[in-house]
């Protein structure tokens, strides 16, 4: 890439990396052949996220400060959906599990849930005072969860498309947000360095998590839950214990802000990337 990787994502398979570059590049690379296997070229602007289809085979979407969402089919290299309607740049993206429903987040301050079998406009959510960052889906309820520039996380129900629950606690931008696979642990990260977690059975705080020397980018817990990955603005990626919180291991290599990073689906390996123009693959010691 010859700009800063702001997305990364792993296929379900564990066996493709999509990253998606400020050059306006997505680019997938095989880990078992370790070469770069296809380029997706189409987006006006820079990309700011990359996911795969979790029931398609052959899809990823990617989304842009062109203010669009692109579905791509991987056997082609084509574009096969131009999902229009934000009012402005899109940041954050996630699939539902097992589902063609998709959600992106925008800087026009909602989110639009998608469906990417038809490539049509389910419903949007409306309710952050700013840039909505980052979107995921409760693996196995109905919630989905924001995290915006108005220094809160909200949670809405997929059903209704109701806000149920304004999550605050940190003082500034949310920028990261996950939801472990058990459904009820939530994580955000923010530019106050800090990376909180909650419980959303009692929507109670559960740690706050301090180490990190710069603002908090992208939070990921890993299949199965037992880590969860934070990467910063300090350069630095930590795994953390979510049964205890303590840090067990700092991933330095990158040399400037880390943006995002994915955990394989095993959990046996994670990829991150970087405003240093690099991604990496990462084999933590458990």
């Not at 084509?78 to 063609?100: A, W």
């Not at 309710?127 to 196995?140: A, D, E, L, M, S």
């Not at 809405?156 to 920028?175: F, L, M, N």
């Not at 291991?249 to 943006?259: K, M, N, P, R």
Request: hydrophobic share 40%.
């Amino acid at each position: 890439h010859s700009a800063p990787v702001h997305g990364i994502a792993v296929n379900p398979s564990g066996n493709l990396v999509a990253t998606a570059s400020w050059d306006h590049f997505c680019r997938i690379f095989d880990t078992d052949l370790e070469k770069e296997v296809g380029v997706l070229s189409g987006h006006m602007l820079g990309l700011y996220a990359v996911k795969f289809s979790p029931v398609r085979r052959d899809l990823v979407a990617t989304v842009s400060s062109d203010q669009t969402c692109r579905l791509w089919s991987l056997d082609s290299g084509e574009c096969i959906s131009v999902l229009e309607g934000h009012k402005d740049e899109v940041n954050g993206l996630s699939f539902k599990r097992g589902t063609n429903l998709l959600a992106t987040a925008s800087d026009d301050t909602t989110c639009i849930i998608w469906d990417a079998e038809r490539g049509v406009a389910v419903t949007t959510l409306k309710g952050h005072r700013n840039t909505v960052y980052g979107v995921c889906f409760q693996p196995c309820g109905h919630l989905i969860a924001t995290s915006s520039f108005d220094y809160t996380a909200k949670l809405w129900d997929a059903r209704c498309s109701k806000d149920v629950q304004t999550i605050r606690g940190h003082v500034e931008d949310v920028i990261g947000v996950d939801i472990d696979d058990s459904g009820w642990l939530l994580a955000t990260g923010s530019d106050d360095k800090s990376c909180r977690i909650w419980d959303l059975r009692m929507c109670s705080p559960l740690a706050v998590l301090q180490e990190h020397s710069g603002e908090v980018k992208r939070v990921a817990f890993s299949p199965y839950g037992r880590l969860l990955a934070t990467t910063s603005g300090d350069t630095t990626v930590r795994l953390y214990d979510t049964a205890t919180f303590e840090c067990l291991h700092i991933l330095s290599a990158h040399s400037d802000h880390v943006f995002d990073v994915a955990w394989s689906p095993t959990a046996d390996f994670l990829v991150t990337a970087s405003h240093d123009r690099l991604w990496k693959v990462w084999r933590p010691r458990t």
